[in-house]
């Protein structure tokens, strides 16, 4: 499992979430995110998700 790290924010910059979630990989990770994204009820908010080299995997403005 490798890290990885989820931030959602408002369009005034405020933190919603600031997380890290745990995916087998970047591929897995793409699949995988976007139900808890759905689940959290943030999908369309600006988010990001990023691996643990800083990688962008999923992004939402």
Avoid at 17 to 23: C, V
Avoid at 48 to 53: A, D, G, Q, S, Y
């Amino acid at each position: 499992m490798q890290a990885y790290r989820f931030t959602a924010f408002e369009p005034t910059g405020e933190t919603l979430f600031d997380e890290e979630w745990q995916f087998e990989s970047d591929d897995v990770a793409k699949v995988q995110a976007i139900p808890k994204i759905e689940e959290l009820q943030v999908s369309n908010k600006t988010h990001r998700l990023v691996n643990n080299k800083g990688k962008l995997i999923v992004f939402h403005i």
